[in-house]
């Protein structure tokens, strides 16, 4: 079979436009969770707390399609000789502890948790755009 470099390259466009959706709806729904979040710690109560919980969900629902639209990101970028490593972490967001010990000092550690992840996203965003620039 033979290889067809403009082909590649449109795979790899397409990969990488994909994950760059995933990566968004995961931002969009983190700087809700930040929202919300922020909220919470000034007293919002159980419905905030729900809320947030939910935003978070949401993100690590999209951050978990975004690893596994970057991982084929990365092998159509393989496809056309480049390399690169994008990984992303969700981590547990201290769910358990905010539900069940809802109180400032865990809301704050949550909120850290929800702009750490924001921040692990937003730089996933900037590579991927970087990379689909170059291509």
């Known amino acids: 079979m033979e290889y067809n470099y403009e082909k590649e390259k449109q795979e790899a466009i397409d990969a990488g436009n ?12 983190l700087d809700s969770a930040k929202g919300w979040g922020i909220f919470d710690m000034l007293g919002g109560g159980f419905l905030s707390t729900m809320v947030k919980h939910s935003k978070v969900d949401q993100a690590k629902e999209n951050m978990e399609q975004a690893k596994y ?5 990365s092998k159509e970028l393989n496809d056309v000789n480049i ?7 969700t981590g547990d967001f201290l769910s358990f502890a905010d539900w069940f010990f809802d109180g400032f000092i865990v809301d ?12 692990q996203v ?7 755009e970087d990379i689909l620039r170059q291509l």
């Not at 994909?18 to 729904?29: I, M, T, V, W, Y």
């Not at 390399?83 to 972490?89: G, Q």
């Open 18 to 29: 994909k994950a760059l959706r995933s990566l968004r709806k995961a931002q969009e729904n």
């Open 69 to 73: 639209d970057l991982r084929n990101f």
């Open 83 to 89: 390399a690169c490593n994008l990984n992303i972490e």
């Open 108 to 119: 704050w550690m949550m909120q850290d948790r929800i702009n750490q992840a924001s921040q």
């Open 122 to 128: 937003e730089e996933a965003i900037r590579r991927v």
